[in-house]
């Protein structure tokens, strides 16, 4: 029996009382852990960046990257936020809500999931597309990783 100060989740672990109240300090070495378990279930990186986003009055901005191509991300993060726009209702989207494009349909973005109010996590592998991802018979186990850093988020959204 789990000891009444500790929480727990699907996160490949146990996540104690002290650790609950998701923000950026906590979330983002649970992302970088749930997609080095990812490639390790997969046998390569699925995800080989990914970014923070939170939309405001201003527009959405960028809060924090994962990745090799920072500038090459940044370049590109207007036109793929309004392509994303074109295919998801930030007006309508819900903490835990997720998708995948398929075969470059809407952004340039692979996936995202919603991970607090307002805020996205965008995933994308800049060599392989989301069709020869899933082609992949490793796919099929892999992906409960990404389940549960989205189970992780639905428990404690990002604040």
Request: aromatic share 10%; glycine share 8%.
């Amino acid at each position: 029996m789990l000891e009444p100060q500790l929480k727990s989740y699907i996160l490949d672990g146990l996540i104690t009382s002290e650790d609950w109240n998701m923000n950026l300090a906590t979330a983002k070495p649970r992302i970088e852990t749930a997609l080095t378990n990812l490639a390790t279930a997969f046998g390569e990186p699925v995800f080989d960046e990914w970014a923070l986003v939170e939309k405001s009055s201003n527009g959405w901005k960028l809060v924090e990257y994962g990745g090799s191509r920072k500038e090459a991300f940044l370049a590109d993060f207007g036109k793929d936020i309004a392509a994303l726009r074109e295919t998801l209702d930030p007006d309508d989207i819900q903490i835990g809500d997720f998708a995948f494009s398929h075969e470059g349909f809407g952004s340039g973005f692979d996936a995202h999931m919603c991970v607090g109010s307002n805020k996205l996590i965008l995933f994308n592998n800049t060599d392989k597309s989301t069709g020869e991802i899933t082609a992949n018979p490793r796919w099929t186990n892999a992906q409960v990783h990404f389940s549960n850093l989205l189970e992780a988020f639905i428990a404690d959204p990002l604040s």
